[in-house]
């Protein structure tokens, strides 16, 4: 037995609770005793026991992080847990927005496709997973610098079983879509994830998902959704997810809820609330998470409407070679869609910033708006930029797209049901959006200590026991006896996030400890044991 006392620390259990002054003693992996008061513990054996003085310090549970695209990170080895623990964060949660890093079909050509498709969200593939079960199995068998669960992603299942094509399921394809579920459920993912805004799912109906996701009613699991629309068609992508929920008998989480397109701001936002407490009060399940920030990152391929590239993304990309092609994208962006966000009108493409691409011919774009490069590099239009870049680089170009306005980030903020994502994406780039570096510290820096928008025990709480509950972790996510020992000790005034678009790829800084699973993870802004994480499946 290892035995180590924390003690004299202001005490935020996770559960919202006030903070009290106390003592943590834990044994191995977990939290032994909590003692209430300044130097009331009086253990009569300290002689095998680590002391740590915390007096003046925070204590935390360890912040856990259920929507962030780390996938493949973990196959590459321990190096993606520096930028999670320098931010407190010790459990995360992969497969999200329909993406997730398996099933892949044995098909060289569409297996290419969807690497090809998702490399700007997951990052470099790693080709040697495939299956369900040979992800599960090789994860419980590596290093994790943190704990590690997933989901399954309803658009990679999609991509497997047909391709990109934009025509809905027949009855076979349902069956093989469920019997992926169901083996995923079975191997222990805490839940199912879809992207209706992307190709391949925004071609599905209703009713693809009510069957698809029946296995959802017999296991406590939630369906967590980037819905179809987050701008014009936001309030109708609302109620589609909830429709499905209802007919389904399933929790739902709406992902990174917002309102995006200038037109939509401060209106929207409060429209598309109405609906969830609506359904709330008629008893489906249904919450949302957010990020604390004004803009949000993707794919370039996301700015094709799903109408132009009509289920074969290949040939679209291979268009943009041509005058006519370029000449079709052009027109195609002129039109507002019923279910489709067209971001060249509600956002205009000075709002759109390059963060990622492979080829070095390319890196110049870097960190430029599409406006801006358009003007710089004598292109004629962004029709032609964007069609250039796209069937240069195969689709693999990430974007951060400014789309929100902080009044509507601060509603969804506020809501008692939403909890904190950072939603970071893993294109190799030197330029990523800043919540894959700071998105919890930001939350403790200008949420609670500079604006004032909540208390630290309430964005505690949105940071450790609402995303564990939500997604069904047990033992993590509170300051509870029995439960594992992740835990954070840092000054209020200190723990900061220092990410920024400009310069994103900077540590936090200012945690003192992190715990993970009872051992000593960072400690002094660095890494000091980076195998302290465990494989979590759902029970």
């Known amino acids: 037995m290892s035995y180590v006392l924390i003690k004299n620390g202001y005490i935020y259990d996770g559960l919202g609770n006030p903070p009290f002054v106390g003592s943590l003693l834990l044994e191995d992996e977990n939290i032994k005793e909590i003692f209430i008061g300044k130097e009331v513990y009086k253990l009569k054996n300290l002689e095998n026991t680590s002391i740590i003085d915390a007096e003046g310090y925070i204590i935390t549970p360890g912040f856990i992080d259920i929507h962030r695209h780390c996938d493949i990170q973990p196959f590459y080895g321990t190096e993606f847990g520096t930028t999670l623990l320098s931010q ?3 459990t995360v949660v992969a497969g999200n927005c329909g993406f997730s890093m398996v099933p892949i079909p044995l098909d060289e050509e569409l297996s290419k496709e969807i690497y090809d498709f998702s490399e700007p969200v997951l990052g470099k593939p790693f080709r040697e997973i495939k299956t369900i079960s040979d992800y599960f199995s090789k994860l419980g068998n590596i290093n994790l610098p943190v704990n590690f669960a997933t989901m399954i992603g309803c658009g990679t299942i999609k991509s497997s079983i047909k391709g990109f094509s934009n025509t809905p399921f027949n009855s076979e394809e349902i069956k093989k879509a469920v019997s992926y579920i169901e083996q995923a459920v079975e191997m222990g993912v805490v839940g199912v994830s879809a992207g209706i805004m992307y190709i391949p799912e925004c071609y599905n109906f209703k009713e693809d998902y ?11 699991i939630p369906w967590c959704v980037h819905i179809r629309g987050e701008g014009n068609s936001l309030v109708s992508s609302i109620t589609e997810v909830i429709d499905i929920a209802e007919k389904v008998r399933c929790p739902v989480e709406i992902s990174h809820f917002k309102s995006c397109g200038k037109n939509n701001w401060n209106r929207e936002i409060f429209k598309a609330i109405d609906c969830i407490e609506l359904a709330r009060k008629n008893g489906i399940e249904v919450a949302c998470d957010f990020y604390p920030y004004t803009g949000g990152s993707t794919s370039l391929v996301t700015m094709i409407p799903p109408q132009l590239i009509k289920g074969d993304i290949k040939k679209i990309l291979n268009s943009f070679e041509t005058g006519e092609g370029i ?16 971001y060249a009108l509600s956002l205009g493409w000075d709002r759109i910033l390059i963060t990622g691409v492979n080829h070095e011919k390319n890196i110049k774009y870097i960190g430029k708006t599409v406006a801006d490069s358009v003007i ?19 689709g693999k170009v990430s974007i951060v797209n400014m789309s929100m306005c902080q009044e509507d980030v601060d509603v969804v903020a506020k809501l008692p049901y939403s909890c904190v994502i950072s939603d970071a994406i893993y294109a190799e780039t030197n330029m990523p959006h800043p919540r894959m570096y700071g998105a919890f510290p930001k939350i403790i820096r200008e949420y609670v200590n500079e604006r004032k928008i909540y ?13 564990a509950k939500r997604v069904g ?12 020992a992740d835990i954070n000790i840092f000054k209020l005034d200190e723990f900061k996030d220092n990410a920024t678009y400009e310069n994103p790829k900077q540590l ?11 051992k000593i993870a960072w400690s002094k802004n660095k890494v000091v044991n980076d195998s302290c994480g465990k494989k979590i499946c759902k029970n």
């Open 473 to 484: 972790i047990t033992g993590r996510g509170a300051i509870k006896v029995g439960y594992y």
């Open 88 to 90: 407190g964060i010790t």
């Open 327 to 342: 000449q079709n994208f052009r027109d195609s962006l002129k039109y507002t869609y019923a279910d489709w966000d067209n």
């Open 210 to 220: 009510i069957r698809m996701l029946q296995p959802l009613k017999k296991h406590n």
């Open 376 to 394: 710089n590099y004598n292109f004629s239009d962004a029709a032609e930029f964007v069609g250039y870049l796209l069937n240069d680089e195969e």
């Open 508 to 518: 936090a800084t200012g945690l003192d400890k992190c715990f993970v699973n009872g």
């Open 455 to 467: 208390s630290l025990e309430t964005a505690v709480k949105k940071m450790t026991s609402m995303p």
